[in-house]
C-alpha cells in the first residue's frame, strides 16, 4: 500500500503554552508526553502501523537485508577467554540464541598466560555455565545486562538485569561454588554495581526522581536490602555520582562529576565497616529513580553515536546506572552518610577540574595519579602526593607523566603493577601508549611530601552531602568513562609493531634514559584510519589486552606482554610484542581488499576544516556518481571512531558510499573540538554537517541528487536541525531516537538528564540568552514550510534517555507543514529502550529495516 492509499495518522492539536523569560511558545502536542494515556498509546500504535502499511513493497528486502546481516555472522561463536584469578573467563553466543551464555573454565598452568583453545559450540573439559542470558530472557520482551562483576577469588557472581528497557536493573547474586542463586536481590539499582575484593558485599549506585545517579548503598549478602547502609549522598543536582574499585582493588573510588568538573573522594577498602555494622539503625532511607546503560546494538549504533563491535562474543562487562522507586526503609527517613568513614577529597569541585584519580604505591611512596585538566585543555597526567588530597590545587605539588599538548588528546590512565595503560588521540586516531612504572621513581623521588593532611580534608564527605558530586553522564554516555573490562573485539591484522611515543617532559628530575622510559611504547599499525583501544588491563596480569579494528578491517584482539624492563623477551620498556588472540569472523567471503577507505576535508563557513571518513567498494567506478549516507554524531565530546560492521555491508554493496562527518561537539581533534561545538557554539555542529554534505555534493564521484543523513540521540537533533537548515539537500533522513525537542527538555529539570545536561546545552530555565539560542536551533520549534525530503523518526516507548514524545512530537508538527507530509514516518519500539529492541535477532530485523527504507530513498532498493 502506497503512502498516497494510507491516510497518516493526524494528532489532535491541543495547545499549551509555556513562558520563559518574556516569551511564550503554544506547544499542541505537549499532551502526546502521557505515557500511560489510551489515546496516546492508540496514536503511537497507528504511527507504527501506518509505517508498516506505506513500507509493506519494502518487506522483500528487508528480509533480503536480514539474511545478508546473519549470513555473515558466525552465529555460534566466543569471545576471547580472559584471566581472572584462577579461572578463564568467555561468553558464548549459539545460533539461535539471542544473548550471550557466560562461561568459565580453570585454569590449567598458573605460569601460562596463553588462552585456552576454545571451540565455538565445544564445550572444553571443566566448563562451568555462570549466566545464560537466553534462559533468563525467556520470560521478557525485553532482556538486557547492566552489571557483571565477579568475586577476586571466583566464588560469587553479582549480575544485573533490565527487563523493560528503561535502564533500572535489579541485582542479583549467585554461589558460583554450589550454583545456588542466592536470596539477595536488589531492585531499582543504576549501572555498576560489583562485588567487594572479599565478596561478602554489594555496592551499588541509586538514582533519584529525574534519573541521576546521586546514592551509593552496600549490600552485605545475606541480608535485607531494607538495611542496606548508604555510604554517600550526591546531592548537586548537576552532578553524577558513581563508584568503582582502584585498579588494586584496595580503594573505593566515588566520582562526582559533570561534562566540565569532577570531584572524587577515595576509602581505603579496609576502611568500610565490618560485615556485622552494616545493618545501623536508620542507615537506609527511601530510594530514588534510575540511571541510563550501555546499550547491546549490533548494527550501526544511531542510538549513542558509534558504530559497535560486530564480534559476537563479548567479554563479560561492568556496566553502570539505575532506575526510580528502589525499594528501601520506610518513607520520610533522611538518607546520610555513615559518621566516621575516612573519605579523602583528592581535588575539591570548586578547583573546577575534570580528573579522573588512582591511587598508587611508587617506589615505597603513596601517590595518587591523576588523569586531568587542569592548565590542559587536551589532558595531561600526572602524580601527586596523596598527602595533598583535599588541598587547594594552588598548593598541590604535581609532576607530569603525560605533559599536556595542543595536539594529543589525553584521555585516561589505568595502572597496572608493572605498567600505566595510557589511551590517547592524536589527529582523530585513538591509541595506547604503555610506560613502565620503574619510569615513575624519579619522578616520586622529585615530589614534596608532607607529614599531616589538612584537617578538614581527611575526613570531608563524612556527612550527608549538601556539596556537588556525580560521574559524567550525557543521554549517550554514562558513568566516569573507564572500563577495565570492556568488551572484546576489534582489531585487524595490519602489520603490528611496537613504536616508541612521543618524547615526554616532566616537572621531576631524571636522566635521559628515564625520559626515554617515561615516553612510553605504542603498538603501531599499518592502517591510518583505524582505532586502538583498551580491552582489559588487569593490574597483577602481565599481559594487556587491546582491540584494533577499522572501517574495513574486522576486529580483532591482542595481548600485548607486560613486566619487568629487560625481563625475558621485553624490551626495555617491559613490553612485548603483541599477540593475535583473534579476528573477528566474517562469513560469506568477505575480503577487506573488496573495500576503500579515504579521508576527505570539507571546509566550514568559519574556515575550519572537517573531517569526513569515506567508505566504498573498491570496484565502484568513479565516473559514475554514486549515493551517499552521511553519518554524523557530534556531542560529549563522543568521537565517530573507524570500526568494522556487518551490517554497514549491505549499504556498500548496494554501492552506497559510507561517509562519517567529524563535525564540531565531538572529540576527534580534541577538547576545543568540543567546546567548539557545544552551549553557545552549537550551531557548528550543524553547519559543519551541511558543509560537509555541499562538500561531498561537489565531488564528481557523487551524486548529489543522492545523499542521504542519518543520526541518533543527540545525532538526532542534528539531524533534525540540519533538515531545518538545508532539507533541499538531501534525499531522505532517518533520526533514531532524536533529541528533537531540546528546549523543552531543558526547560524541565525534573525531567531525566535535564539537570545534568546544562553544562553541555547550557541552561534556558536562568539564562534568556541560552534560552533564544536553543529556541534557535531545536528542531521541533524550527520545522518550516518547505519541501523536506522523506523522514523516519524511530524510538521506543520506555526509553528514558530521549523520551518518546520528543519524536512524536516532531512528527506530528512536520506532517503540518512539509510538502509532503505522507512521507514521514514514526516507528515506536513497544518493549525496548534508548538502544530499541534487545536481543541481537531483533535487533538485526530492526536495522533491515531501516536500511531497507534508506535502500529506498537512496536509489538502490532494487
Not at 760 to 781: D, F, I, K, L, Q
Not at 808 to 828: F, G, I, S
Request: charged content about 25%; aromatic content about 8%.
Amino acid at each position: 500500500m502506497t503512502s498516497e492509499q494510507q491516510t497518516f495518522p493526524v494528532a489532535p492539536r491541543r495547545p499549551v503554552e509555556r513562558t520563559f523569560h518574556g516569551h511564550t511558545f503554544c506547544d499542541p502536542y505537549e499532551w502526546l508526553r502521557d505515557k500511560d494515556s489510551p489515546e496516546v498509546r492508540a496514536h503511537l500504535d497507528a504511527e507504527n502501523a501506518y509505517a508498516e502499511a506505506v513500507t509493506a513493497d519494502l518487506e522483500p528486502l528487508r528480509e533480503r537485508i536480514y539474511t545478508e546481516i546473519k549470513d555473515r555472522t558466525q552465529e555460534t561463536d566466543l569471545s576471547v577467554p580472559s584471566r581472572h584469578g584462577e579461572w578463564w573467563y568467555f561468553a558464548r553466543t549459539v545460533e539461535g540464541g539471542a544473548h550471550q551464555v557466560f562461561c568459565r573454565v580453570p585454569v590449567a598452568d598458573p605460569a601460562d598466560w596463553t588462552p585456552p583453545a576454545v571451540e565455538p559450540g565445544t564445550p572444553l573439559d571443566g566448563e562451568q555455565t555462570l549466566l545464560d542470558a537466553n534462559a533468563a530472557a525467556q520470560e521478557h520482551e525485553f532482556y538486557a545486562l547492566g552489571a557483571f562483576s565477579v568475586a577476586e577469588d571466583g566464588s560469587r557472581l553479582a549480575w544485573s538485569e533490565d527487563t523493560a528497557g528503561d535502564e533500572r536493573f535489579t541485582v542479583h547474586v549467585k554461589d558460583l561454588t554450589s550454583g545456588e542463586l542466592l536470596a539477595d536481590r536488589i531492585p531499582q539499582t543504576s549501572y555498576g554495581a560489583f562485588l567487594t575484593p572479599d565478596a561478602s558485599q554489594v555496592v551499588y549506585t541509586v538514582v533519584d526522581e529525574s534519573w541521576r545517579p546521586y546514592r551509593v548503598y552496600r549490600h552485605v549478602i545475606g541480608t535485607d536490602v531494607a538495611e542496606d547502609q548508604l555510604l554517600f549522598q550526591e546531592d548537586d543536582p548537576g552532578l553524577w555520582l558513581g563508584a568503582e574499585l582502584s585498579a588494586d582493588k584496595q580503594w573505593l573510588m566515588l566520582s562526582s562529576s559533570c561534562s566540565e568538573y569532577s570531584e572524587y573522594r577515595i576509602l581505603r577498602v579496609s576502611e568500610l565497616p565490618a560485615d556485622d555494622d552494616a545493618a545501623a539503625p536508620g542507615s537506609r532511607s527511601p530510594s530514588p529513580a534510575a540511571a541510563p546503560s550501555p546499550t547491546d546494538r549490533n548494527a550501526i549504533d544511531q542510538r549513542t553515536g558509534s558504530e559497535p563491535d560486530q564480534s559476537t562474543g563479548l567479554e563479560p562487562g561492568e556496566p553502570a546506572g539505575a532506575e526510580p522507586g528502589h525499594t528501601g526503609p520506610a518513607d520520610g527517613a533522611r538518607a546520610e552518610a555513615p559518621s566516621g568513614l575516612p573519605w579523602r577529597i583528592v581535588l575539591a569541585r570548586e578547583e573546577r577540574v575534570l580528573y579522573e584519580a588512582e591511587p598508587l604505591t611508587v617506589a615505597g611512596t603513596d601517590v595518587l595519579l591523576l588523569s586531568h585538566d587542569a592548565a590542559a585543555p587536551n589532558g595531561r597526567i600526572s602524580l601527586m602526593p596523596l598527602e595533598h588530597a583535599g588541598r587547594r590545587l594552588a598548593d598541590v605539588d604535581l609532576v607530569d607523566v603525560v605533559p599536556a599538548s595542543d595536539t594529543v588528546r589525553v584521555e585516561s590512565a589505568i595502572p597496572t603493577a608493572t605498567h600505566l595503560v595510557v589511551a590517547l588521540r592524536e589527529n582523530t586516531t585513538p591509541r595506547v601508549r604503555l610506560i613502565p612504572r620503574t619510569a615513575l621513581e624519579p619522578l616520586v623521588a622529585g615530589l614534596a611530601s608532607t607529614d599531616a593532611v589538612p584537617d578538614d580534608a581527611a575526613t570531608a564527605g563524612s556527612g550527608a552531602s549538601d556539596e556537588r558530586g556525580a560521574a559524567p553522564l550525557g543521554r549517550d554516555a554514562h558513568g566516569t568513562g573507564r572500563d577495565r573490562t570492556a568488551p572484546a573485539g576489534s582489531a585487524q591484522e595490519a602489520g603490528v609493531a611496537l613504536s616508541g611515543g612521543a618524547a615526554s617532559s616532566s616537572q621531576g628530575t631524571g636522566t635521559a634514559a628515564d625520559a626515554a622510559l617515561l615516553a612510553g611504547t605504542e603498538a603501531a599499525f599499518d592502517e591510518d584510519l583505524s582505532s586502538t583501544g583498551v580491552l582489559s588491563a588487569e593490574y597483577e596480569n602481565p599481559v594487556v589486552r587491546v582491540s584494533y579494528t577499522s572501517f574495513v578491517t574486522p576486529p580483532r584482539v591482542y595481548d600485548i606482554p607486560t613486566g619487568e624492563p629487560g625481563a625475558g623477551a621485553l624490551d626495555a620498556f617491559g613490553v612485548g610484542e603483541p599477540v593475535l588472540r583473534r579476528e573477528a569472523t566474517v562469513l560469506g567471503g568477505y575480503r577487506s581488499e573488496d573495500y576503500t577507505v579515504e579521508r576527505d576535508w570539507a571546509v566550514a563557513e568559519d574556515g575550519t576544516r572537517i573531517p569526513v571518513s569515506l567508505v566504498r567498494r573498491a570496484d565502484l567506478d568513479p565516473a559514475v556518481p554514486a549515493p551517499v549516507l552521511q553519518y554524523a554524531y557530534g556531542s560529549y565530546e563522543i568521537s565517530t571512531d573507524p570500526a568494522f560492521s556487518i551490517s554497514r555491508l549491505s549499504l556498500l554493496d548496494r554501492g552506497v558510499i559510507w561517509a562519517v562527518a567529524h563535525v564540531r561537539g565531538g572529540g576527534e581533534l580534541g577538547r576545543a573540538w568540543y567546546e567548539n561545538g557545544k552551549k553557545n557554539t552549537k550551531s557548528n555542529t550543524f553547519t559543519d554537517f551541511v558543509a560537509v554534505t555541499r562538500h561531498l555534493a561537489a565531488r564528481p564521484d557523487v551524486d548529489a541528487r543522492r545523499i542521504a543523513l542519518m543520526g541518533g540521540s543527540a545525532g538526532g537533533l542534528l539531524a533534525g536541525a540540519v533538515l531545518n537548515l538545508a532539507p533541499e539537500l538531501y534525499c531522505g533522513g532517518l533520526a533514531a531516537v532524536p533529541f528533537v525537542d531540546a528546549l523543552t527538555s531543558m526547560l524541565m529539570p525534573e525531567l531525566p538528564l535535564t539537570a545534568l545536561e546544562w553544562e553541555e546545552w547550557g541552561n534556558p530555565v536562568e539564562s534568556a540568552e541560552v534560552y533564544e539560542y536553543m529556541r534557535s536551533y531545536s528542531p521541533y520549534e524550527n520545522v518550516r514550510n518547505a519541501d523536506y525530503p522523506p523522514i523516519l523518526a524511530v524510538t521506543s516507548l520506555n526509553d528514558t534517555r530521549v523520551l518518546y514524545v520528543e519524536p512524536a512530537k516532531w512528527v506530528a508538527e512536520l506532517r503540518t507543514r512539509v510538502a509532503h507530509p505522507e512521507t514521514v514516518l514514526l516507528r515506536c519500539e513497544m518493549a525496548g529502550g534508548h538502544g530499541g529492541a534487545s536481543g541481537r535477532y531483533s535487533q538485526w530485523k530492526d536495522t533491515a529495516w531501516e536500511y531497507a527504507w534508506l535502500a529506498r530513498q537512496l536509489g538502490v532498493a532494487g
